[in-house]
């Protein structure tokens, strides 16, 4: 069989519409897919090399910057340090996948209630006569029921020692309200087993001498015998916050209807979280303010 150069200028292939070797198929098509198959197998090997040099760089600035987090991580590390030497990071590691809303503080659900005991003794009681005025919609001229309503209440002297104050209410009968009501004594808190002296000391404990929660609760139990568990104390702050809500606001009002006001900023954590307290003053009053939301100062973007 000649070869390709031995045939001649004018020699046409029988077989070139369909070739036998070729499973029939046409031998232009396949030299022309043959030359199409080169043509991209050039360029792919170019792409391939192209990426092959991205992934490289994208590697080796992969690693600068691990590096760089790592060395930014040890300066954070280091800086809080300096401003918060008493506080350590957790041991264990975060959940990988954390629950979408906290826990609700408190016990958990299903907790048998702890109600306090009552005293065993009563040290003085203060009679208390029943109310001319309604306590909650002031209406006047009530008419006494006859009836008495008790309410216990411990409080401490600096003696030390406890007294317990069982104050009895004559009870008086609102119409508009359509219930029994009765007036507060001298020093009584209602609804409250525990007097404000107490409290007072609990919260002087806790905000002037920083004594936590757990520690106020055992001075009150070994210094005059009056126990109440470390969730109190905290409720102690909290009925103190709603009790002087109103004050709160009015100084609120007095700041913001000054002619001057001296302002300044500071940092605050509440819960692991960086806050800035806002505080106000001129002489009197003065006024602080925790923002709700988390406010980024420009140092901290």
């Known amino acids: 069989m000649p070869t390709f150069h031995e045939l001649d200028d004018n020699f046409v292939c ?8 070729l499973d029939g198929l046409p031998a232009q098509t396949v030299w022309q897919r043959y030359l199409d198959a080169s043509f991209l197998e050039n360029d792919y090997e170019y792409q391939l090399e192209q ?22 991580k040890a300066q954070l590390h280091a800086l809080h340090q300096r401003q918060f030497k008493g506080r350590k990071a957790p041991l264990e590691c975060a959940p990988e996948n954390p629950p979408a809303q906290p826990r609700k503080r408190g016990a958990p659900k ?26 909650h919609c002031q209406r006047p001229k009530l008419e006494p029921l006859g009836e008495v309503h008790e309410h216990v209440q411990e409080d401490i002297v600096l003696e030390p020692r406890t007294v317990a104050i069982c104050y009895q209410h004559d009870l008086a009968y ?5 219930r029994q009501v009765w007036q507060a004594g001298p020093g009584e808190l209602p ?63 007095k700041i913001l209807a000054l002619p001057v006001v001296h302002a300044d900023e500071t940092s605050w954590r509440n819960d692991g979280e960086n806050y800035w307290v806002w505080y106000a003053t ?13 406010v980024k100062r420009p140092s901290d973007c």
């Open 14 to 21: 029988p077989y070139r519409h369909g070739c036998p070797y």
């Open 51 to 72: 990426r092959c040099e991205q992934l490289t760089t994208a590697e080796h600035r992969i690693a600068e910057l691990e590096k760089q987090n790592q060395e930014l």
């Open 110 to 135: 299903g907790h048998p209630p702890w109600q306090r005991p009552k005293p065993t003794r009563i040290d003085q009681i203060i009679r208390m006569a029943a109310p001319t005025r309604c306590p």
């Open 174 to 178: 609102c119409p508009d309200c359509d």
């Open 191 to 253: 609804g409250s087993y525990i007097g404000p002296a107490a409290k007072a000391t609990a919260a002087y404990l806790r905000f002037e001498l920083n004594v936590p929660h757990r520690k106020v609760s055992r001075f009150f139990a070994d210094f005059f015998g009056l126990s109440f568990v470390p969730a109190s104390s905290y409720g102690f702050e909290r009925q103190a916050a709603r009790r002087g809500a109103p004050l709160y606001a009015d100084l609120h009002e």
């Open 282 to 294: 001129m002489t009197w009053p003065t006024f602080s303010l925790i923002p709700t939301a988390r």
